[in-house]
Antibody
Framework: QITLKESGPTLMKPTQTLTLTCSFSGFSLTTSGVGVGWIRQPPGKALEWLALIYWDDDKRYNPSLKNRLTITKDTSKNQVVLTMTNADPVDTGTYYC????????????WGQGTLVTVSS | DIQMTQSPSSLPASVGDRVTITCRASQRISTYLNWYQQKPGKAPKLLIYAASSLQSGVPSRFSGSGSGTDFTLTISSLQLEDFATYYCQHSSSTLYTFGQGTKLEIK
């Protein structure tokens, strides 16, 4: 059974660096084809893909946020970490991590999400 | 970058209706198209992958079709639990893109 869970700060101030951790079980990020991604959703708005890391440490970023994002993995801990620099109130929202299901890029298992509020 | 445009943005419907949601890609994407359902306060749930493959455990009243630039998600007979927001999503070798969502509302 695949499960994922996000953790991180609930409240932060503008200009701070946001660090989110996705802890997962039921799969290994050393297995060929596996990937874990981050997606966020501002309150009342649509989903926005942020980044994804593959089993071979290949990384992909949303071009509009690429300069602010870093995604890493720790296979010994079964964790994926996303950092976002220079937080702004527009970064407020629910952040999800998800397991990449197949070559078609479907995200078949999701964490419950964690709400992050950026406010002075 | 490829843009994904869903229509309509909102869709009033009744239990038992057959409904169709459309997703259009700004470039041809073969069948690299997935559909999700999201209920308030919950994470999205994968319904359809590769344009037309039903995810395990998803009721057969959900179906997907299309290839190239035009795709549809059809619910053959709406149930009360189907009122939610639906998103299409494309993945390429470099990035993932979601549509803006379609909110299925009770008429």
């Amino acid at each position: 059974q695949i499960t994922l869970k996000e953790s991180g700060p609930t409240l932060m101030k503008p200009t701070q660096t946001l660090t989110l951790t996705c802890s997962f079980s039921g799969f290994s990020l050393t297995t060929s084809g596996v990937g874990v991604g981050w997606i966020r959703q501002p309150p009342g708005k649509a989903l926005e893909w942020l980044a994804l890391i593959y089993w071979d440490d290949d990384k992909r970023y949303n071009p509009s946020l690429k300069n602010r994002l870093t995604i890493t993995k720790d296979t010994s801990k079964n964790q994926v970490v996303l950092t976002m620099t220079n937080a702004d109130p527009v970064d407020t929202g629910t952040y999800y991590c998800a397991h990449r299901g197949s070559y078609y890029g479907d995200l078949d298992f999701w964490g419950q999400g964690t709400l992050v509020t950026v406010s002075s | 970058d490829i843009q994904m445009t869903q229509s309509p943005s909102s869709l009033p419907a009744s239990v038992g209706d057959r409904v169709t949601i459309t997703c259009r890609a700004s470039q041809r994407i073969s069948t690299y198209l997935n559909w999700y359902q999201q209920k308030p306060g919950k994470a999205p749930k994968l319904l359809i992958y590769a344009a037309s493959s039903l995810q395990s455990g998803v009721p057969s009243r959900f179906s997907g079709s299309g290839s190239g630039t035009d795709f549809t998600l059809t619910i053959s007979s709406l149930q009360l639990e189907d009122f939610a927001t639906y998103y299409c999503q494309h993945s390429s070798s470099t990035l993932y893109t979601f549509g803006q969502g379609t909110k299925l509302e009770i008429k």
